[in-house]
């Protein structure tokens, strides 16, 4: 990482100041030494003379016993000479006279420095001349060179050391100032000659274009070494000036060429980590504008960054990576691009250029087919409706599994047979039509036929036929509805069954009544009582009755005639052709039903299948109200209508409890029934739902419902039926 570097003053002045202190302190030291040694010689021959002139002057007043006056000469000599000490005298002479062998007068210093009497026997005086700085001892003798005494000298190093303090101190002045001087005198050279010119070429530097290329030259003035520099960084520079204008020209093109490329391009330098180049189709790309891009580093769109680090690493290892499939993440979805990298010099720094096709549709598109083919492929292997492929010829090119069980025939047997020859000679005109219908249309829906498959079984099936995109093959979706087509016989003949026994209890009141009235006319005639006037009234009465009669037959005979003709019919007719045939089941039962409906529609349909239906929710609704209704309790079914936009909605709803939550999703499958097998078979309700939303393309819904009804709350199952206007 990058660190500010100290200035040259900084680096050079401790560099000058040490080495000046360094030379100015060697100098003075060798200066304070020799002037140390001259004064101590000095003081030297100094003490020799004054020691000499001693002897001499104190060997005469030795010889006349004059101590008072050698004393004062002592005393004398130290006070006119700072550098004594002490002085002691051992008196050879006087010694003999007093009996002793030497007598020792002399002076010495006290420790405020004055000049007090020697006391030989004083062990501070002998202390304080034992710690004299320098002594000298010498003989005094006599003519004949006999010792008659000693002079001792001692010199205190007080004087020297004023002397020795005053040196320091005028050396220390001196140095102080030779440095300043020195100091302010390499200062000022190497700013003049150093410091300045480079200080000069860096105001040149920084005085620099947006590419960091100098505006002026730098001067030549100076030295011979600042002159030499000068013109190599000026040649330079118009090196850099005429080598950079190249590179600018071709870098604008190259960025011109990738701007206008379709092609998503963009530049990260920092090793590959903080984008510096984006064209226009890469901030397409990314749906980001360029401000928000640069700096940023690449890897934060890709929806793997090990994937960036493993591209880095291979162009590292100077590793070309071209048409890579990468999934990128931009704004939270999965982009892929095929992606290309490279090492480049991008503005003289290290960077890596990539290039991004967007295939994101291409990738999804290609998704969408496999899992098409996925989804096709699992649900012709494992759809439980047989599947199978012909030509168009209807021959076998691939069937699944379930197609081959519905048929029993094997595989090698299908593919050596066509469709057209498994369908029973009554169907195969019907057949033919279908298959040229596929080749106009493109499809054929709910066309029933009957197949002779193997053993010479007859199987009734529905088939849906499509016609594949590459208009040479027809995919066959078969349902085998034979159980459905016996179910619904079933079913019919059970409400046949149920009508037949209505409309026996139907026609025994009027039959009863034809019967008495005939019996009575018979009896007037036999007595004689018979009146032709009074047998007009019971004729009237014999033709309302049997016309009677006979519209019940016309309803049943409609009913049972199972015309599948689709015609138009009316919501209200269908109501009430169906109470109608139920009216005789619904008095029997007690229930009373509450009508309302006022509103109405009419549209194209099955009128027998509508009936049906209607006939099967009715009577689900009777048995619920039979088994969970008390025979004193109101045993209640209501039947209303109301138009929406487009539609009618038609609800059907007892009070018998309701649908129990566990097997309301189960009510329209084929054979589920919560009734005993004696009187339930599973079918009504499913042939209901197949009939309302296969044939007439509505609606059909079960639920639970509560509601009040004359201030009593009552709880049951609702049937809602929603029918569409025709288009």
């Given amino acids: 990482m990058y660190s500010p570097k100290k200035s040259l003053y900084l680096i050079l002045s401790p560099i000058i100041i040490l080495t000046v202190i360094l030379v100015i302190s060697i100098n003075s030291t060798i200066s304070y030494i020799t002037t140390k040694n ?7 021959n100094d003490s020799n003379r004054m020691i000499v002139e001693l002897r001499n002057n104190i060997k005469n007043l030795m010889y006349s016993y004059s101590v008072n006056e050698y004393e004062k000469l002592l005393h004398n000599e130290m006070e006119s000479n700072e550098i004594l000490f002490a002085i002691v005298v051992k008196d050879y002479n006087l010694g003999k ?66 002397e020795l303090d005053k040196i320091i101190s005028n050396n220390v002045k001196e140095a102080l100032i030779i440095s300043l001087i020195l100091i302010l005198l390499l200062f000022l050279t190497i700013r003049y000659f150093v410091l300045k010119p480079l200080n000069d070429m860096i105001e040149v530097i920084n005085n620099a274009d947006k590419d960091g290329i100098p505006t002026e030259k730098f001067s030549s003035s100076g030295s011979k070494e600042i002159f030499t520099l000068s013109n190599t960084m000026n040649n330079m520079i118009e090196s850099i000036k005429s080598s950079r204008k190249i590179l600018k020209d071709n870098e604008n093109r190259l960025k011109s060429l990738l701007e206008m490329s379709p092609i998503a391009v963009r530049i990260a330098t920092n090793e590959g980590e903080k984008i510096v180049f984006a064209n226009n189709a890469y901030l397409k790309l990314l749906n980001i504008e360029a401000k928000e891009l640069l700096q940023k580093n690449p890897k934060i769109y890709y929806i793997k960054e090990s994937i960036y680090r493993d591209i ?53 598109i290609q998704k969408q087919i496999e899992e098409q083919k996925n989804e096709f492929e699992t ?72 197949c002779i498959v193997k053993d010479n079984r007859h199987l009734t099936v529905n088939m849906s036929m499509v016609l594949l995109p590459d208009k040479k093959r027809i995919l066959l979706s078969i349902k085998d509805i034979t159980q459905h087509k016996l179910m619904e016989s079933q079913s019919k003949l059970a409400s046949m069954g149920e009508m037949i026994g209505n409309i026996a209890h139907q026609w025994r009141q009027p039959l009863s009544l034809i019967s008495t009235i005939a019996s009575g006319i018979k009896v007037k005639v036999d007595f004689g009582l018979f009146d032709e006037k009074e047998i007009i009234p019971d004729m009237e009465n014999i033709i309302k009755q ?24 009316q919501i209200s007719n269908i109501i009430n052709k169906t109470l109608s045939i139920l009216n005789p089941s619904i008095v029997n039962h007690n229930i ?11 549209f194209d349909g099955y009128e027998n299948q509508l009936i049906q239906a ?68 599973g079918i009504g309700l499913s042939m209901t739902h197949q009939i309302i939303i296969k044939h007439h393309n509505a609606n059909i819904f079960a639920s639970t419902e509560t509601y009040e009804y004359e201030n009593k709350t009552y709880t049951g199952a609702c049937f809602t039926i929603i029918f569409n206007k025709n288009k």
């Avoid at 002594?135 to 004023?162: A, P, V």
């Avoid at 590793?319 to 993440?329: T, V």
């Avoid at 057209?420 to 033919?432: F, M, S």
């Avoid at 039947?639 to 189960?666: S, W």
Wanted: proline share 2%; glycine share 4%.
């Fill in 546 to 569: 049997t016309n009677y009669l006979s519209n019940t037959i016309d309803d049943f005979r409609n009913f049972i005639k199972n015309s599948n003709e689709k015609g138009e019919v």
């Fill in 97 to 162: 006279l007093l009996g002793k062998e030497y007598e020792i007068r002399g002076k010495t210093r006290d420790e405020n420095f004055n000049i007090i009497d020697f006391d030989y026997e004083n062990e501070t005086h002998k202390k304080l001349i034992s710690q004299a700085y320098y002594e000298k001892h010498f003989d005094i003798t006599n003519e004949e060179s006999k010792k008659i005494g000693t002079i001792s000298l001692y010199l205190s190093d007080r004087t020297l050391n004023k």
């Fill in 38 to 44: 001259q004064i101590i010689n000095d003081i030297k």
């Fill in 312 to 364: 880095l690493d291979s162009l590292d290892r100077n590793e070309r990576i071209e048409n890579k499939l990468i999934s990128l993440n931009i704004d939270n979805n999965e982009v892929w691009v095929i992606a290309s990298y490279m090492n480049i010099i991008y503005d003289n720094e290290k960077a890596v250029i990539g290039w991004f096709y967007d295939v994101t549709d291409k990738i999804k």
């Fill in 614 to 681: 209607l006939i099967n929710i009715l009577n689900n609704a009777k048995d619920a109200l039979e088994e969970n209704v008390k025979a004193d309790k109101n045993k209640l079914i209501f039947i209303e209508t109301k138009n929406i936009p487009n539609g009618l909605v038609l609800k059907i709803k007892d009070n018998a409890g309701g649908i129990p939550e566990n097997i309301i999703g189960k009510i329209f499958e084929p054979y589920f029934t919560t009734k005993h097998k004696s009187i339930g078979t």
């Fill in 379 to 450: 649900i012709f292997n494992y759809s439980i409706d047989g599947l199978a492929i012909v030509d168009l010829e209807s021959n076998f090119l691939e069937f699944n599994a379930s197609y081959i069980k519905m048929t029993g025939f094997t595989r090698e047997e299908l593919l050596k047979t066509s469709c057209i020859n498994l369908t029973a000679p009554e169907d195969i005109p019907r057949a033919k039509i279908a298959l040229e219908n596929i080749l106009n249309k493109g499809f054929v829906v709910d066309f029933e036929k009957t």
């Fill in 592 to 602: 009373k039903m509450i009508l309302n409906i006022k509103d109405d529609i009419k």
